[in-house]
């Protein structure tokens, strides 16, 4: 099994975190790096949707991750050992989100020069990591069929801040209660302005539309 | 459809909150009523598995059920209408997890008097509710299938704080890549003494399980 990079994240310094977001956005713009933060529950299928949009983009773009965990380096080592890119580890210690200055610790253990794409996965949690900018250019959540249509409802600050929802696990829809009109309405009234992106990460069904989604993404941000 | 009570819960004022805990116990225990936290992530299935238990146990004794959630209170409504039993919800205003101050100004709303089982439905959350003890007897937390099974792995202090797991959604085992052996085997990494109880909320598979250690449970609290 390969081995990966765990970094032992310490809590954070800064009062303002706002303030340090903007200054991370703006290092990051400098260094034509593009951040995507990347939420969700946990098991919604963070990882086998980011090893699937990974192997459609790291071809065209150089693409890193650093995965958040308040514990364990699974994650970290199947997306280098799925992909082959750049991804290590960061432990939040029971820390249930990731602010910019924690953000910015893990950035400073990728080799940024060599990066188009920095994807952070942060805890997941469809709480907290809401409530923190952490820096990125834009947000993005995966909320899985299993879970139920109603969570726009339910977790409304997360729905609200993201630009695209990925629907994931739509191949296991016939065994759930899910309506996707109907969560696509919830999402819509939570952020009229999300992209609602419907898929199956383990079959790879509709990663293409977020792949070149974030291949876009990345492009403009580099210009 | 059903109106309930929707309680705004405010931020709590006590410092210290193991020991606000421990007297909330106390105070439960001169009543005679047994509290049940109930933990999950979101969309594992938390208000079905309640409807199910709750009307095994509704004609032995008196049940009530708070809801938690940031926003909505269709859980409380959904609880209300399949069980007829005492449900509120309480609004978290943003807050990730209930402490015993918290979970107190629930139990002022619902008529304990009447009450030998009180079950507090928490945010759906596997992070911070896990650090506030809510004055409960017993923590118990749902893992669905869906979730995947290192999440033991990835949540230590959940699992380490919980009396029961109950693996929920074991229907859907056939078309996802859970091991419940291996699942049972971390969660008696972080808590050797942890009951794990196979269940599928949705037929009702192995909810009786669950429903007589409650029962027992609540018998013993009560002797």
Redesign the interface.
Known sequence: MDEVKVIEIKKSIFADNEIDADNLRKELKEKGVYLLNLMS????GKTTTLIQTINRLKDKIRVAVMEA????D?DAIKIKEATGIESIQLHTG?M?HLDAEMTRQGLDNLTLQNTDLAILEN??????PA?FDTGSCRNAMIL?V???H??P?????MFSICDVVVIN?I??MP??DFDLEKCTEYIHLRNPKAKVIPICAKTGEGVDVFAQWLLDEVKAWKE
Do not use: A, H, R, T
Not at 69 to 72: A, E, N
Not at 153 to 157: A, D, G, M, S
């Open positions: 529950s946990p098991g919604s965990d308040i514990d364990s699974v029971g249930c805890v997941g949690n469809l709480v907290c409530e899985s299993p879970e139920g109603d969570k409802l339910k977790y409304p600050l696990k191949d296991v065994y759930f």
